[in-house]
């Protein structure tokens, strides 16, 4: 038996959920990865997964034992990847998870160009707006949109995501634009759960204040909330990298640009201290300079319109 690839093979059954998707994934006959578990479990006298017809779990040992495999199979892709010579050298898995639609609109067609760049790496998106455990889920990355983060966790700061609130013309005509942000809780407000049911942060005189909604529609994606806004079902809080092209298109108006929603960050989350290989160090090298400090979608032509509320001055000193 080969310890290392019996050990990378049981990490893949857990993570692939199956000895069939781990056996895919590894290109070898579902057989092989059967027989590197069964003789890594023969070695260590314990069980490492419990198996049903309908699924596998980790046994206790099992759970300590992947923990180790992780972190030792990290240390051997650390000492292979110091005789790598450059990027064009990439090779292997990347496990990641991305905001259902940032993913779907921003992320998707960069992991595209960078999967065409580097044909040795494999890249397994996780798109779902659920804060995973990446040590626990097995991943090498999360992309977040948040704010402020704590010291301990191990973060890079892509880029910057501003919000606008937003509402059809149509809607407009029927109950007239909110005049300041107390007005809002009079309105329809179509609103993203579960982080914004019943209030939104607004910037006010320099601080954050979370103004009260309310309203009949709620959902737990954007995209959801973006479509019944334009429908003229009511007013909905967006990030600009959803709204820009309905905006752009005259389908929605911005409202309240004088107290515009909290800015947040986009952010590039690592797996605490674990190793971070080189190919996940240059997926976010990749990802920071394509989206920008200043990302395209809050283009400088309409923030000089007052489109987007605190986007970037075309006709600032650069």
């Given at each position: 038996m080969d310890r290392l690839e019996a050990m990378n093979a049981f990490v893949?059954?857990?993570?692939?959920?199956?000895?069939?998707?781990?056996?895919?994934?590894?290109?070898?006959?579902?057989?092989?990865?059967?027989?590197?578990?069964?003789?890594?479990?023969?070695?260590?006298?314990?069980?490492l997964l419990a198996r049903s017809t309908r699924r596998l779990s980790l046994t206790a040992a099992g759970a300590t034992y992947l923990e180790q495999c992780r972190e030792i199979l990290d240390r051997v892709e650390a000492a292979e990847s110091g005789l790598v010579e450059g990027p064009a050298d990439l090779r292997g898995p990347i496990r990641l998870s991305v905001p259902l639609s940032f993913g779907i609109r921003h992320v998707m067609p960069l992991v595209a160009d960078f999967a065409t760049a580097h044909p040795h790496v494999s890249v397994e998106v996780d798109l779902s707006d659920r804060r995973l455990d990446l040590v626990e889920e097995g991943l090498d990355l999360a992309i977040r949109i948040t704010g402020p983060m704590?010291?301990?966790?191990?973060?890079?700061?892509?880029?910057?995501?501003?919000?606008?609130?937003?509402a059809s013309p149509d809607y407009l005509a029927r109950r007239g634009e909110p005049a300041t942000p107390d007005a809002l809780v009079d309105h329809e407000c179509l609103c993203?759960?579960?982080?914004?049911?019943?209030?939104?942060?607004?910037?006010?005189?320099g601080e954050t204040v979370w103004?009260?909604?309310?309203?009949?529609?709620?959902?737990?994606?954007?995209?959801?909330?973006?479509?019944?806004?334009i429908r003229g079902l009511g007013i909905t809080y967006q990030p600009t990298f959803i709204a820009a092209p309905a905006i752009e298109?005259?389908?929605l108006k911005v409202l309240l640009p004088a107290t515009p929603p909290a800015t947040l960050g986009i952010h590039a989350i690592f797996?605490?201290?674990r190793y971070v290989p080189s190919r996940v160090r240059v997926?976010?090298?990749?990802?920071?300079?394509?989206?920008?400090?200043?990302?395209?979608?809050?283009r400088p032509a309409a923030a000089?319109?007052?489109?987007?509320?605190?986007?970037?001055?075309?006709n600032a000193a650069r």
């Open positions: 893949r059954v857990v993570h692939a959920g199956s000895f069939a998707a781990a056996a895919a994934q590894l290109d070898v006959a579902r057989s092989a990865i059967t027989r590197q578990v069964a003789a890594l479990e023969a070695h260590l006298g314990v069980k704590g010291d301990s966790v191990v973060a890079r700061r892509l880029s910057v995501c501003r919000s606008v609130i937003v993203y759960t579960p982080g914004l049911r019943s209030s939104w942060p607004l910037t006010i005189d103004v009260p909604v309310r309203g009949r529609i709620q959902a737990n994606n954007g995209d959801a909330l973006l479509d019944a806004a298109a005259g389908l797996p605490g201290t997926l976010v090298d990749f990802l920071a300079a394509r989206i920008g400090p200043e990302p395209w979608w809050d000089s319109a007052g489109t987007f509320p605190g986007a970037p001055d075309p």
